[in-house]
């Protein structure tokens, strides 16, 4: 499975938590910049079938109009569960639930909000910012990469993206097979490291528009289920009530 997996992007909220607060306090990171050297000329080599059904399933993402996304993570002893409707616009929202913390997410238009209960500060942030903050709905912009970790998951077609992003092996793909009575194929990636195994598995409608219906993740550190459902039923987003508005 590849180091950035939306499986794993939930446990990102805490890091997401702690940057705020620091965005609340007037502190940024310093941006970096760096040069590469042009590549030189390689021969391609042709997308294997696997990776033929990853590209269609990605492309389909991006015009399913709306969906909805819920699924189970169990990463390092961390329950994380997650509900979400969102639109093919980008717009969004939905909680996640970590470690018995429910955070409230939305996106309208280039605005993310964000909203964490006070024990979830309270464990991130100082006190005067658990004070300030805990329950509170908090304004910042969608296209601050400090947030990026909440805004991809309200992106049906990057969270897609993200799941074999940087595989170091080669993907499979199953015969069509069934899930829960629709026509699929399973493309999947297994890595093996130290004797344990590490499988990732995406259920790709196979007729029809080429949808991702489930997701699996499976390892010894991280198991989870991400699925999708609803496609084409868009849903009505609105500004939260008195947000603090931390947008530079």
Known sequence: MPKLRP???AVALPVAALSLSAAAVGTAAASTTTTT???STTTQTPPSAADV???KAIGAEQKVGSVRITGTIHQSGVLISLALHVNGDGEGGGTFVQ???RIQLSRVGPILYFNAPTKFWAAHATKQQTATYGGKWIEVSALDSRFES???FLDAADLVSAVFSGHTTPLQVS???KLNGRKVVIVSDTVVV?????TGRMYIA???KPVVYKIVDQGPAENGVINFSDYGKPVSISTPPEPINLTN
Do not use: H, I, Y
């Open 7 to 9: 499986l794993a992007l």
């Open 175 to 177: 015969k069509p097979t």
């Open 99 to 101: 470690s018995g913390a």
């Open 150 to 152: 909440f805004d991809q």
């Open 37 to 39: 050297a042009p590549s």
């Open 194 to 198: 130290k004797g344990k195994r590490t």
């Open 53 to 55: 059904w990853l590209l």
């Open 206 to 208: 196979s007729t029809g």
